[in-house]
């Protein structure tokens, strides 16, 4: 099932998600959703807290050489660990909660992630590339952070700027209207 992503700057995006302790069918549910969601907004990676699930699972579908996102190289990654981390890579990220926006970021260049799949079992990554950035973006989520607050602050202005800007477009107010007219005919 699609579920709907929730934006910036929704308050469920900067709580912390919980660990998962049950590799159950309703896990099982969680992680296709997000691989629905995920693919139907065409997105590389998200997180639980996305889809206003407040645990600690996420997912990555890189695309590959020919630039197809194959589901075979889906990873579902539960409670995962940075073991280590080394060197420093600059790259231009954006997010599905935080839709046209795109800035530099600096991150780790290599990691090392300790998570459990999808069965519970126990499982060891090394990274490099887009994938190590990935991990670091979607990690970030499950402690309630985004990219934005890991942008410059003349960068962070802009974007508050831009944000406010792009929220001009028609939005919910929330109020309620009353379509009837009040006046009577005679
Ligand atoms: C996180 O990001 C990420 O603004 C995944 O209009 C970012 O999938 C991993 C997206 C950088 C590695 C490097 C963003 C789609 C998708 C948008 C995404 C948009 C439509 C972002
Ligand atoms: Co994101």
């Known amino acids: 099932m699609i579920r709907e992503i929730l934006t910036y700057p929704d308050k ?6 919980n660990e998962v302790s049950k590799f159950d069918e309703k896990l099982h549910t969680l992680l296709d959703d997000m691989y629905e969601t995920m693919i139907d907004s065409e997105g590389i990676g998200l997180a639980a807290i996305q889809i206003g699930e407040p645990v600690r699972v996420l997912i990555i579908n890189i695309p590959n050489e020919e630039d ?3 589901r075979a190289n889906l990873l579902e990654v539960i409670n995962p660990v940075f073991e280590d981390k080394q060197g420093e890579a600059i790259y231009q990220e954006g997010c599905l909660s935080v839709p046209g926006f795109y800035e530099d970021v600096k991150r780790a260049q290599w990691v090392r992630v300790r998570f459990f799949d999808r069965f519970g079992k126990e ?3 090394e990274a490099d590339g887009l994938l190590a950035i990935a991990l670091q973006h979607e990690n970030d989520h499950l402690d309630g952070h985004l ?3 890991k942008i410059g602050f003349n960068k962070r ?3 508050d700027k831009e944000y406010k800007k792009g929220l001009k477009q028609p939005r919910p ?4 209207i009353n379509q009837e007219s009040s006046e009577k005919t005679a």
Do not use: M, N, P, W
Request: hydrophobic share 35%.
């Open 157 to 159: 202005k802009k974007f």
């Open 147 to 149: 990219f934005i607050e």
């Open 68 to 70: 197809v996102q194959d």
């Open 123 to 125: 499982q060891t990554i």
């Open 12 to 17: 469920r995006l900067f709580v912390r998600s």
């Open 173 to 176: 107010t929330g109020r309620k």
